[in-house]
């Protein structure tokens, strides 16, 4: 499932998260079903082989996903690892 497809899903459900930054905390708050609804976002990120970055913001692309107060976005970024680079980081 692609990442879009996940955040239609969220906001059709009406699930929000708050999201947030404190004393160098990022704070994700949200219910029990859009916590899990955000690691499958995550998840389909992660699987998406067409775009390696997805965001959501409450300022932008994904503003319904986001309860009041929220002031920060999310951004996820996939970085493929070659086996050079796999081998390099655990010498």
């Given at each position: 499932?692609?990442?879009?497809?996940?955040?239609?899903?969220?906001?059709?459900?009406?699930?929000?998260?708050?999201?947030?930054?404190?004393?160098?905390?990022?704070?994700?708050?949200?219910?029990?079903?859009?916590?899990?609804?955000?690691?499958?976002l995550f998840?389909?990120?992660?699987?998406?082989?067409?775009?390696?970055?997805?965001?959501?913001?409450?300022?932008?692309?994904?503003?319904?996903?986001?309860?009041?107060?929220?002031?920060?976005?999310?951004?996820?970024?996939?970085?493929?690892?070659?086996?050079?680079?796999?081998?390099?980081?655990?010498?």
């Amino acid at each position: 499932m692609k990442p879009d497809d996940i955040c239609g899903q969220f906001v059709e459900a009406g699930l929000k998260i708050k999201v947030w930054e404190e004393d160098k905390f990022v704070f994700i708050e949200g219910t029990r079903e859009a916590l899990i609804a955000i690691g499958e976002l995550f998840i389909a990120q992660a699987n998406y082989d067409i775009d390696d970055g997805f965001d959501i913001a409450p300022f932008c692309a994904g503003n319904a996903m986001f309860a009041p107060g929220s002031t920060t976005g999310i951004y996820i970024s996939r970085v493929d690892e070659s086996p050079e680079s796999v081998k390099r980081r655990g010498q």
